[in-house]
């Protein structure tokens, strides 16, 4: 995952946490004047399994336009074949991950039209 920028590192409150994940995990999206997607997330370096999916969503997401980003499967992670490897508790986890972050994307996207 790449560094928060400064308005976001160490800033916690400015972004949305995700509960229902085992760790302290946290998003914030952003879309810009093109329609492009901004995504960034804070969670502890001893949690390598969410810091992997957000990795992912990251690597997949950042720079997409809105509807790419919104089109993104629900369950892409178990397409991947990740329910086989990690736990349910993990993967209702990274579904809420996904979930709030298509709720900003939709949500950030409708007000930069």
Same mark, same amino acid.
């Given at each position: ?18 509960? =229902? ?8 999206? =952003? ?36 509807? =790419?980003?919104?089109? @993104? ?36 996207? @409708? @007000?930069?039209?």
């Amino acid at each position: 995952m790449p560094p928060l920028p400064p308005d976001l590192d160490g800033h916690r409150e400015a972004m949305e946490q995700v509960v =229902e994940c085992q760790t302290p995990f946290f998003l914030a999206t =952003e879309v810009d004047e093109d329609r492009r997607v901004h995504v960034w997330f804070d969670c502890p370096k001893e949690a390598p399994t969410t810091r992997g999916f957000a990795g992912l969503l990251h690597e997949g997401l950042e720079g997409a336009t809105v509807e =790419e980003a919104l089109d @993104t499967p629900d369950d892409f992670y178990t397409r991947m074949g990740l329910a086989e490897a990690i736990s349910s508790l993990r993967l209702r986890g990274m579904g809420a991950i996904l979930a709030r972050l298509k709720r900003q994307v939709r949500e950030a996207g @409708t @007000t930069s039209s």
